[in-house]
């Protein structure tokens, strides 16, 4: 269904722009609950103002915050290109609660309306949550395709040429989607985003609570190169999972058929937080951003490791300032730097013929 009266088109045409295609602007959801956090929401606001000031100069910030909130928020954006919309949220995971933009065959945007359900029902409330696609849509008088089914952003990766990476821990998940298939969640979407290829890996990194989030292990940094993290040590709980997945990624192609180069990027030193609900943190230097000419890396406050990664990803994107972030307080609620936002493409006319 459409929200507006230009009707929502679905399948063929449509197509899910790549993260590195110019940006209109980044979303975010404002940090606000604090039972959440461990006690640490005014360093986590801090964060996510940091996080706008990097953002700002490529690209426009728009915040989701209820309208009590944009007071306060006003008064730390200072110097900060932004604009706040009247979005109530449970919580700050934009990219898992957020509408996903699509492009349309004449260049314009729609919204792909997933439901969400905080991970398979694990943390309740998520009723607001799962009410953002829309008022996003609204706000932006975007039409918007709907779904039954449950999909977080942080669950897919996209070439921008219609080859999909995700993972069969998710996405066929029972607390998401009982009695799916993958042919089942492959027509979906192929009609909710234009996705014609879809490649399944396996389950995730420990400490990830959504189940095994694509974002925290592979990323696209052109349609046929990807960044996969990889373990070395047999004893590190992460290595049985990301060895599964490196033997699967040996017969990751493109919709062409030709092979797709994978770089590994390292994994962080295991970070814990004593007596907190994780025994491991997700630190993963795959959940990055690509805004326009700026990366945003999460950093760990490991020297060693965070200079190594950076280097990796200053090699793949040289045309870009390559920045890091320290994600250390965004992980305690099991997130990073992709996981907080959300991007907006520019309207454009291109397009990109998917291939059958």
Request: net charge negative; charged share 20%; proline share 7%.
């Amino acid at each position: 269904m459409s929200t507006f009266s230009v009707q929502a088109l679905s399948g063929r045409q449509l197509r899910w722009p790549a993260e590195w295609e110019p940006q209109k602007a980044v979303w975010l959801s404002w940090p606000h609950r604090a039972d959440l956090w461990d006690g640490e929401l005014r360093e986590l606001e801090d964060r996510f103002v940091a996080l706008a000031h990097v953002l700002s100069p490529h690209a426009d910030v728009f915040i989701n915050a209820s309208a009590e909130l944009h007071p306060h928020i006003d008064g730390l954006l200072d110097g900060v290109s932004y604009r706040l919309f009247d979005h109530p949220t449970d919580d700050v995971w934009c990219r898992d609660h957020g509408g996903i933009f699509v492009r349309r065959e004449d260049g314009t945007l729609q919204l792909a309306d997933w439901q969400f359900n905080a991970w398979g029902g694990q943390f309740p409330p998520w009723d607001k949550d799962n009410e953002i696609p829309r008022l996003m849509a609204e706000s932006l008088s975007l039409p918007r395709l709907t779904s039954r089914m449950v999909l977080e952003g942080g669950a897919i990766e996209g070439n921008g040429e219609g080859l999909v990476l995700t993972t069969e821990a998710v996405l066929l998940n029972p607390n998401r989607n009982p009695g799916v298939t993958k042919q089942d969640v492959e027509a979906e979407l192929l009609r909710m985003m234009g996705i014609t290829h879809v490649f399944w890996l396996g389950s995730g990194i420990e400490g990830d609570d959504t189940g095994g989030h694509i974002d925290d292990m592979v990323r696209f940094v052109r349609p046929d190169v990807v960044v996969a993290v990889s373990e070395d040590n047999p004893h590190s709980p992460h290595y049985k999972a990301l060895a599964e997945n490196a033997e699967r990624l040996q017969d990751l192609r493109t919709q062409t058929g030709s092979r797709v180069e994978v770089i590994p990027l390292p994994m962080p030193t295991p970070l814990t937080r004593p007596d907190w609900r994780l025994a491991q943190l997700p630190a993963s230097y795959a959940n990055f951003l690509i805004c326009n000419g700026c990366l945003v890396v999460p950093t760990f406050a490991q020297h060693c490791n965070d200079d190594r990664a950076l280097g990796i990803l200053r090699e793949c994107f040289p045309q870009h300032d390559v920045q890091g972030f320290d994600a250390r307080s965004l992980l305690i609620e099991g997130g990073a730097i992709h996981c907080i936002t959300q991007q907006q493409p520019c309207s454009s006319p291109s397009w990109i013929p998917q291939n059958s």
